[in-house]
């Protein structure tokens, strides 16, 4: 029993690490989101969050002993068809002999890796899936950012009690007493655009 | 332990350092140069892992851009933070 225990918990915190940081960053990244005043430090909590959920597809797709999924040099078709090629060229051009023609299109079918092949390769569909979320993910935090920059240009502030309560006011119709003077001038700057 | 498993868990270590270091700190131009060098661990690990079109991606897009957009923002508004 406590053998057993033990190699769960040698599985999960020795071969399994990635997902316990997985979940940690999660965690870290939700946490700032909800629970951080500043919209910026909300921005990188955010970016954790998507850079978590990343690691954990990538992690999804390794294997052990298995090298980066390009075709290495023996199991290209087309690498190896096209060096072949090359070296069989001048042959033809001296002799065109049978045999030579049939290695010729012997190496013209493309044919697909076996499961011992494909064994030595990471799984490259996760990447592809992930690559898309990280350019989405910068494209999110640009559009976030120039949000951001709109907000303190409006209310000269980016804590989001500071924001929420000159809402408040500007929607009570209460003009607001305190504040620096750089937030009053972007609050009228605001009314000015809202009635223009 | 091989090494590639210590590197492995020398980075997520240090990640995690990072994303708790980036979220304290309440200058936020100190919190844009922590998260680019938490997206860079990020791009190595994955490297590391064998995906290396999605660390190219990472190093140029997280630690490049990403980090520049923060730091941008944070030169236009204000550089303190309240928490």
Not at chain 1, 29 to 34: K, N
Request: with cysteine; glycine share 6%; charged share 20%.
């Amino acid at each position: 029993m406590f053998g057993e225990d033990g190699g769960l918990l040698r599985e999960l915190l020795v071969e399994r690490f990635n997902y316990c940081i997985y979940v940690v960053l999660l965690l870290i990244g939700l946490y700032a989101m909800i629970a951080k005043n500043n919209l910026i430090k909300k921005l990188i909590g955010m970016s954790i969050f998507q850079t978590a959920i990343i690691l954990f597809y990538v992690s999804l797709g390794v294997k052990e002993g298995a090298s980066i999924p390009i075709y290495k040099p023996e199991h290209d078709p087309h690498g190896h068809h096209a060096e072949d090629h090359a070296d069989h060229k001048p042959k033809d051009a001296n002799a065109s002999s049978s045999a030579s023609a049939d290695a010729h299109d012997d190496h013209h079918e493309v044919q697909a890796l076996t499961d011992e092949q494909t064994r030595q390769y990471a799984n490259p569909l996760p990447h592809v899936l992930m690559l898309t979320a990280i350019v989405v993910g910068v494209a999110t935090l640009g559009v976030a950012l120039a949000v951001v920059q709109r907000i303190y240009r409006a209310y000269g502030t980016i804590e989001e009690d500071e924001v929420m309560k000159a809402i408040m006011e500007e929607s009570q119709g209460i003009p607001s007493t305190k504040g620096s003077p750089k937030s009053k001038k972007g609050a009228s700057k605001k009314r000015k655009a809202k009635k223009a | 332990m091989s090494g590639l498993e210590l590197f492995n868990v020398f980075i997520l270590v240090f990640l995690v350092v990072a994303a708790v270091i980036a979220l304290r700190v309440k200058d936020l131009l100190i919190a844009s140069v922590v998260f680019g060098i938490y997206s860079f661990l990020m791009c190595l690990l994955w490297a590391e892992m064998g995906a290396v079109d999605v660390a190219f991606t990472e190093a140029a897009v997280g630690a490049g851009v990403s980090a520049v957009f923060l730091i941008a923002t944070v030169f236009n508004v204000k550089r303190d933070s309240s928490d």
